[in-house]
């Protein structure tokens, strides 16, 4: 079975960065797309970044600037890069990834900036 899990959240200061990491297991195949959504409290999940194959990159205009998404096929991981952070990006971050029409979700990971 396949399996996502996140790490790198954690607590920060406004203005600092943190780096996330979403690395699957269980799974002999590329994924189409990898990408990460936040949800803060009282509000809706929303995406962050994505990423799809040939490294096409969409980002929330909240985000732009500030967050860099990538990925490492071999591993078939990803990573978001979140630098300047604001406290609105105080959220719980989750993996999200597409494969063959099937879309797969890590546990999740809380960040919390300070201000």
């Known amino acids: 079975q396949v399996q996502l899990v996140e790490s790198g959240g954690g607590l920060v200061q406004a203005g600092g960065s943190l780096r996330l990491s979403c690395t699957a297991s269980g799974t002999y195949f590329r994924f189409n797309s990898m990408g990460w959504y936040r949800q803060a409290p009282g509000k809706e999940r929303e995406l962050v970044a994505e990423?799809?194959?040939?490294?096409?990159?969409n980002y929330a205009e909240s985000v732009k600037g500030r967050f860099t998404i990538g990925r490492e096929l071999t591993k078939n991981s990803a990573f978001l890069q979140m630098n300047s952070l604001k406290s609105e990006d105080t959220a719980v971050y989750s993996c999200?990834?597409?494969?063959?029409?099937?879309?797969?979700w890590g546990q999740g990971t809380q960040v919390t900036v300070s201000s």
């Open positions: 999200k990834a597409v494969g063959f029409g099937v879309t797969y």
């Open positions: 990423i799809t194959i040939g490294d096409k990159t």
